[in-house]
């Protein structure tokens, strides 16, 4: 993996880090959802969730589109199954101790 794939997925990471986000994109994973939607489910002003939205949307992990006054999101399906993969290539390490490491005594 190139030094900027890293910084993609730490930016989706980051995106992700946010209990708020977190939510909202949790939220998204049953289907579309309007912004007047999620503003119902949380205590906070629309332009506090235009914030959220636009980091979401800036990492490519949402997609907005207009619908009249109020914008409707999607999850980037594309971006998920990248940010799975990653997820998927990533196993703990063996249980294997290297008793040379750190004068490792028992």
């Given at each position: ?19 708020t ?5 949790k ?17 906070i ?20 589109r ?9 999850i980037?399906?594309e ?28």
């Amino acid at each position: 993996m190139k030094n900027n794939e890293y910084k993609s997925y730490a930016a989706l990471f980051k995106a992700l880090g946010d209990e708020t986000r977190l939510k909202i994109f949790k939220m998204l994973s049953v289907g579309e959802r309007c912004a007047c939607h999620l503003l119902d489910d949380f205590a906070i002003s629309q332009s506090t969730l235009s914030y959220h939205m636009k980091i979401l949307c800036d990492c490519g992990l949402v997609n907005g589109r207009r619908d009249g006054i109020w914008m409707r999101y999607t999850i980037n399906g594309e971006t998920l199954a990248l940010l799975q993969e990653f997820l998927n290539h990533i196993e703990p390490e063996s249980t294997v101790i290297d008793i040379n490491c750190c004068n490792w005594n028992p």
